[in-house]
């Protein structure tokens, strides 16, 4: 069975509490559970690590390669202007998907540019939690590995 980690980075600890009329009122531990119930359902396995530190991310990003199949990653607003994650995606063999819960491009000026979007597999914005399902399904087709 496929195995993904998901991989949330700054202030998305924060979910539920930070600017719900952007990111909605259901917590972090909402989102988990969720996805956790939705993978059970296509015999998908899923481990959840989040950050504020972008050390920490890339660590995350560098150990993962032998562990698991794809990464579905919320770089927050590391997105917008850190090469070092951006490297960190281009150093690693498994597939990353760069996701965002919010549609960057519809906001502040400072988002529409990801640094990332380059070097992931693909993006998906602005669908909310529906989007990090997208994303997990997309890994369930092994020749996408
Ligand atoms: C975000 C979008 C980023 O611009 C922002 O800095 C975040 C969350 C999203 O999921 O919509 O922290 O990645």
């Not at 951006?86 to 990801?114: K, Q, Y």
């Not at 602005?126 to 890994?139: M, S, T």
């Amino acid at each position: 069975m496929p195995h993904i980690l998901i991989l949330n980075g700054p202030n998305l600890n924060r979910l539920g509490k930070r600017e719900p009329d952007v990111y909605g009122t259901d917590t972090l531990t909402d989102l988990e559970q969720k996805l956790f119930q939705f993978a059970e359902g296509i015999q998908t396995e899923l481990t959840f690590f989040q950050s504020n530190h972008e050390g920490d991310l890339i660590d995350a990003l560098h150990e993962a390669e032998e562990q698991y199949d794809g990464i579905v990653l919320n770089p927050g607003a590391f997105s917008h202007y850190s090469y070092a994650i951006r490297d960190a995606v281009a150093a690693i063999g498994i597939p990353v998907i760069e996701i965002h819960l919010s549609n960057p491009h519809a906001r502040e000026a400072f988002r529409h540019r990801s640094v990332i979007a380059p070097v992931a597999r693909g993006q998906i914005t602005g669908l909310g939690f529906e989007g990090y399902k997208l994303a997990i399904c997309y890994f369930m087709n092994t020749n996408n590995k």
